[in-house]
């Protein structure tokens, strides 16, 4: 398996302008996670989807940020308009909640470099 | 709530000498725990996970972990370091299958030669 992907790998914008990240889970899981990592502020949950339905996006910074998860190996990270505080690290991770798995232990992907400036 | 400290935001060991990582958490029932390793410019990688099979918990590279109930303790322990072993390293809990995890605030290790 690939692992969980995501792209593009870098992004720099300029602030106001829309940004998605992408990211295509392993295939079989059915949890859909997106964190972002600051110095600042750590490693920070901001959505999580489970079978494509988002369950939690009490972590989501505002309205400018938005996620979708339109089919089961595909899911979307969007933020209209940008600012330069948002720049970060933004992860994806994925997981199977199966009562025959114990754990639940989450795969991430490599992580999406964003810098507005 | 649940939460996940971590003693020290950074430690310093030299190469060879013994590893301590320190994580305590708060929940109400026994959780699942977990240590992440991150190395530079990657994502998150399981190092290990506790799921109350067994209260010693044996990782990848070396690495193992404690469970211990009575300190809410799961401390990460790796007995000669290595110089791949400098990364940041993340413990984390989940209190049942359905609830999302807790990451604490990480610990940067450095290994001097």
């Known amino acids: 398996d690939a692992g969980v992907i995501q792209s593009p790998r870098h992004e720099v914008t300029e602030m106001g302008q829309e940004v998605t990240l992408r990211c295509k889970p392993i295939s079989g899981h059915d949890y859909l996670f997106w964190y972002r990592q600051t110095m600042m502020r750590g490693l920070e949950l901001l959505i999580y989807f489970n079978n494509n339905v988002p369950i939690d996006d009490s972590g989501m910074p505002e309205d400018r940020f938005s996620a979708k998860m339109p089919n089961a190996s595909f899911s979307t990270l969007k933020i209209q308009p940008s600012e330069p505080r948002d720049s970060a690290v933004y992860f994806c991770?994925?997981?199977?909640?199966?009562?025959?798995?114990?754990?639940?232990?989450?795969?991430f992907g490599p992580g999406t470099r964003l810098t507005v400036t | 709530a649940q939460s996940v400290t971590q003693l020290g935001s950074h430690v310093s060991v030299s190469e060879g000498a013994l590893v301590l990582l320190r994580c305590n958490y708060s929940s109400s029932v026994p959780p699942y725990l977990f240590w992440y390793v991150q190395y530079p410019n990657q994502g998150l990688q399981l190092l290990l996970k506790y799921t109350s099979a067994a209260t010693l918990v044996k990782g990848i590279n070396g690495f193992e972990a404690e469970f211990k109930k009575s300190e809410t303790s799961f401390h990460l322990t790796k007995p000669s370091a290595h110089m791949s072993d400098a990364a940041e390293y993340f413990c984390?809990?989940?209190?049942?299958?359905?609830?999302?995890?807790?990451f604490g605030p990480g610990t940067s290790l450095s290994v001097i030669p």
């Open positions: 984390a809990v989940k209190k049942t299958s359905y609830d999302k995890v807790i």
């Open positions: 991770a994925s997981s199977l909640n199966s009562a025959r798995i114990t754990g639940h232990e989450q795969y």
